[in-house]
């Protein structure tokens, strides 16, 4: 989710965390998520009891990993997503649901 031009020049820390954090949160609020614990710089989480979400941040984009709770490894999904191609955190929303 791309930030108005004028926004990072006000806002403290590194760009490229501040968009993964506004993305990765917007994503779990279309979810109904509970809001991630205090956020960690290259990793957020957003669970329920039917779904756990993990998002690892990356230089130039973030993967998500979808997890169902108490099943095998297996049965998990990846995301991946990059910032020079406009992620929509609705579209990123509607394929969790999926």
Known sequence: MPL??????HLPG??????FDAFTDEVARLLELQPAL?????ERRYDTDRLWTVWRFKD?????????????LQEGVTVSVQWHQSP????VAAMIRA
């Open 4 to 9: 108005p031009p004028w926004l990072p020049s």
């Open 14 to 19: 590194d760009p490229r965390f501040r968009t």
């Open 38 to 42: 205090p956020p960690e710089v290259y």
């Open 60 to 72: 130039g984009g973030a993967s998500l990993f979808l997890e169902r709770p108490y099943a095998d």
């Open 88 to 91: 929509n955190p609705e579209v």
